[in-house]
């Protein structure tokens, strides 16, 4: 069971390291459609060892509201929201990626050793799937401030939210049902409006990069 | 010391293997075009007649261009020796590592870009400005991939490597192993000339990378830059199939049949790797030469990151 999480929590770092290192926009949708299977993999494994011991079905639900609604819904409006915008590949960033890469590899140092000082958290040994899932809430971050436009950043906010999730899954054994609940609603409202933003975005400037809106300064 | 049975299944079961390697991933593509494509066989029969035929080399021409072929052949030969294709014959070869096996191949490599240039073709000197670029920002890679594998061994010997995995249990479902491995089929992918780094298909064209060195060489010299360069080809998939998917430690008999069977067995995985290859190759497109670099980075630090896990955070 261990070494099915970390393999897991692996492989939704490994996600969101082919996500920093892409430039077109499917693939960015696409990596965060995968990265979400792996997600609602962790929580179905981890909720179905709780519904058999303790008899408790909430994280199953969850597991189902994430393949709804993050495997299937959120990537459908995006690919909506793509088809109705001009550009389809990035190519102006702040950086260039392979330094976006190595600073994110960075981050997980970072997040190795901001982690391995919480001592209520490791007990006797690191529990590297925090460690994991910690980073990766840092490479959204990173992700969304790389990048100058406004699908990026949608996406870098969804990997934000998947990092919360996985870290919060993997250090409480399951959040409350009515906060999981919450958190999903407010990111579903989030994801709509920036869809509509982006849409009028670029039926106003004729483009999406974010730069243009400090014309709007008077 | 050197042990001569080892030296000699190594040599015939290369040498015979490396061509079919480039026939099963034609092959896969072809099929996964709905064409029927060229014969699995096909590159033995271009071999064979390559080396009946003579050479023509032009006058404007040093030694090195004559020269190229035999050190690019013999130097992926060498190294192909340094990665044993089956455990069951202690190869007893203390003389080199892994790390030697890197720069035998970066020697032959070295080679192939002297022989591009030194035609004075504006097509090999494109060639070989390219493959310079690409060679610099695999080796890292390559050096850490190698390095990890090998402090989780203990050693940098592939033999003791795969002695080591054997006792591994399910190698693929640990972090380490499984980053390791992905980082290492991207490598294998960049060396040998793959799609999304270079397109072996293509002749005459501005984005070509390997094929443009040899376009000047024919005969018997472009033979064995090929079979050369399949060798190469072999001795990564070999590291790729014995290193992560270790089969040894499932025969149980000895002497001449464990042989056999253990290098039928390997036989099987070098086929289910051509296999993922190719469908790689089918499922993306070639980069442009400058996105090369993403894809470098990315293969850094899949390996780091296995060092991470393993080192780091112990698992």
Not at chain 1, 177 to 188: A, K, L, N, P, S
Not at chain 2, 283 to 312: C, D, E, W
């Amino acid at each position: 069971m261990e070494f099915f999480f970390d393999l897991l929590s692996v492989l939704v770092l490994l996600s969101s390291f082919v996500l920093v290192s892409n430039k077109k926009i499917t693939a960015y949708i696409k990596t965060f459609q995968i990265q979400s299977a792996l997600i609602a993999l962790i929580a179905g494994i981890m909720g179905w060892s709780i519904a058999v011991n303790e008899d408790k079905y909430d994280i199953l639900i969850i597991c189902v509201i994430i393949i709804a609604l993050k495997v299937i819904f959120i990537p459908h409006l995006l690919y909506k929201t793509y088809g109705n915008i001009e550009y389809r590949v990035e190519k102006d960033f702040f950086m260039n990626i392979p330094i976006i890469v190595l600073i994110c590899c960075g981050l997980v140092v970072f997040s190795y050793f901001s982690v391995s000082n919480i001592g209520s958290l490791t007990g006797f040994h690191i529990n590297h799937q925090v460690v994991n899932s910690l980073s990766v809430v840092l490479i959204g971050f990173f992700f969304m401030i790389s990048r100058k436009k406004a699908i990026g950043q949608i996406i870098g906010y969804l990997v934000i939210e998947n990092g919360i999730f996985v870290t919060a899954m993997f250090s409480t054994n399951g959040m409350p049902f009515i906060v999981d609940i919450g958190i999903f609603i407010d990111m579903i409202t989030a994801v709509m409006i920036m869809g509509i933003m982006v849409t009028r975005i670029n039926k106003k400037f004729e483009s999406i990069n974010i730069d243009k809106l400090s014309k709007l300064k008077g | 010391m050197v042990n001569v049975e080892y030296l000699i299944v190594q040599i015939i079961v290369v040498i015979m293997a490396a061509p079919l390697v480039n026939g099963i991933i034609k092959k896969t593509k072809a099929l996964s075009q709905k064409r029927k494509g060229a014969p699995v066989l096909q590159l033995y029969y271009d071999l064979f007649k390559l080396f009946k035929k003579s050479t023509v080399v032009s006058d404007t021409t040093s030694w090195i261009f004559k020269a190229a072929p035999y050190i690019v052949f013999t130097a992926s030969l060498v190294a192909s020796l340094l990665v044993p294709v089956t455990t069951m014959i202690d190869s007893v070869w203390y003389a080199g590592d892994l790390i030697l096996m890197v720069y035998l191949f970066a020697l032959g490599r070295f080679f192939m870009m002297l022989a591009g240039l030194d035609a004075a073709s504006t097509f090999g000197g494109m060639g070989s400005s390219r493959e310079a670029m690409i060679s610099s920002l695999i080796e890292p890679s390559i050096l850490v991939t190698l390095m990890t594998v090998g402090l989780t061994a203990k050693s940098t010997s592939s033999y003791q490597i795969m002695e080591f995995m054997k006792g591994v249990d399910a190698p693929l479902i640990r972090p380490v192993y499984l980053l390791t491995f992905i980082a290492l089929l991207i490598i294998t992918i960049a060396e040998t000339a793959r799609i999304p780094v270079d397109d072996p298909s293509t002749h005459l064209e501005l984005t070509m990378v390997h094929e443009a060195m040899l376009l000047e060489y024919s005969g018997r010299s472009l033979a064995l830059m090929e079979l050369g360069a399949s060798i190469k080809q072999l001795t990564f998939i070999t590291l790729l199939a014995n290193i992560f998917i270790p089969h040894d430690q499932f025969i149980f008999i000895s002497g001449a049949g464990a042989v056999l069977i253990s290098i039928l067995i390997y036989l099987i995985k070098v086929i289910f790797v051509s296999i993922l290859i190719a469908v790689a190759e089918v499922s993306t497109v070639k980069l442009r030469l400058f996105s090369i670099p993403n894809l470098a980075a990315l293969a850094f630090i899949l390996s780091f990151i296995g060092f991470m896990q393993h080192f780091v955070l112990g698992r």
